[in-house]
Each structure stands twice: as structure tokens, then as C-alpha cells.
């Protein structure tokens, strides 16, 4: 249901994109978001976009990382710049949609992809 790609190993202060695209029986998006998962720490929002295309981020990533999305392909992005170790993690994607008319508002996590910053 939700394919995330473009994690990998950058440089500090370097960037990546992440993309992710929901695919399926989609009627509306209500809302997409990034977590992420260091080594021994818990699961954190890291950024979020509304339907309405209202925005959020966590305090740690602000100025550095943007959320963007595609309404037309289902998909959203997170745009990560002037990386930092500290930004390593499993990043995974979330959304909630609904499937179809009549059916309500259902939450769905991507498998997540690495992001490793390092030199």
C-alpha cells in the first residue's frame, strides 16, 4: 500500500529525497507523514502533511527538512538537507486514507527505508 524509496548512505551536510507512494484502493488521503526509528530510541514524527496541505515538523528538523506531496500520484516527498549524524534512522512512511466511499479513515505505515549520514 505505501512504497517508500530513497534512503542510502550521504555525507554530513549533504541531502536525500524520500519519496513515498500509496497505491490501491485510495477514495481520499487525509494526511501523510515521515517517522523515523533511530538504534534504541523510539519511533518519532519527523514531518507531516495534511490534505489540506498544512504542514508540521519536528523542532530537530526544522529549516532543514521540507515536506512536499503529489495529490495527483498519491505520493509525498521529504526533501532532507544540511544532514546530520543524528538524522540516521529507519524512516518510515504514514498515512491515513480512506479506501473507498462508506468505508472509514484507515492507517497505513510503509516498510521504511534507511538513511545512514556518516563520513
Avoid: H
Amino acid at each position: 500500500q505505501l512504497q517508500a524509496s530513497g534512503g542510502g548512505l550521504v555525507q554530513p551536510g549533504g541531502s536525500l529525497r524520500l519519496s513515498c507512494a500509496a497505491s490501491g484502493s485510495i477514495f481520499s488521503i487525509n494526511y501523510m507523514g515521515w517517522y523515523r526509528q533511530a538504534p534504541g530510541k523510539q519511533r518519532e514524527l519527523v514531518a507531516a502533511i495534511t490534505s489540506g496541505g498544512s504542514t508540521s515538523y519536528a523542532d530537530s528538523v526544522k529549516g532543514r527538512f521540507t515536506i512536499s506531496r503529489d495529490s495527483a500520484k498519491n505520493t509525498v516527498y521529504l526533501q532532507m538537507d544540511t544532514l546530520k549524524p543524528e538524522d540516521t534512522a529507519v524512516y518510515y512512511c504514514n498515512t491515513v486514507l480512506v479506501p473507498s466511499v462508506g468505508i472509514g479513515p484507515r492507517i497505513y505505515w510503509g516498510l521504511g527505508t534507511l538513511v545512514t549520514v556518516s563520513s
